[in-house]
Nanobody, 121 residues
Framework: QVQLVESGGGLVQPGGSLRLSCAASGSIFSINAMGWYRQAPGKQRELVAAISSGGTTNYADSVKGRFTISRDNAKNTVYLQMNSLKPEDTAVYYC???????????????WGQGTQVTVSS
């Protein structure tokens, strides 16, 4: 009933930038927190950045000062601006939203399909 579509991944050189987008659609009544996670080969999925409904943000220490999470509530979209990318940022990035459907009564977590980010020269 809620679908998340990610875009913006790709191959960039170290020091480059990418902006990921994640648009939620469906019978959405409201969205609470939104976030970005990533998973590198052989590693556990980790939280990269999160943003609350009020705009409060949190970042993993490894990306502070380089990544910026933002949201456009009118578009039900969350963004991740990634600057000064490093090879260690290479991973599949997943967006996550806590959403309440139009006809439901509680929030549930929804996940995007994942988008590959590769940082290499």
């Amino acid at each position: 009933q809620v679908q998340l579509v990610e875009s913006g991944g790709g191959l960039v050189q170290p020091g480059g930038s990418l902006r990921l987008s994640c648009a939620a659609s469906g019978s959405i009544f409201s969205i609470n927190a939104m976030g970005w996670y990533r998973q590198a080969p052989g590693k556990q999925r980790e939280l990269v950045a999160a943003i609350s409904s009020g705009g409060t943000t949190n970042y993993a220490d490894s990306v502070k000062g380089r990544f910026t999470i933002s949201r456009d509530n009118a578009k039900n979209t969350v963004y991740l601006q990634m600057n000064s990318l490093k090879p260690e940022d290479t991973a599949v990035y997943y967006c996550n939203v806590a959403a309440k459907t139009r006809w439901g009564g509680r929030f549930s977590d929804y996940w995007g399909q994942g988008t590959q980010v590769t940082v290499s020269s």
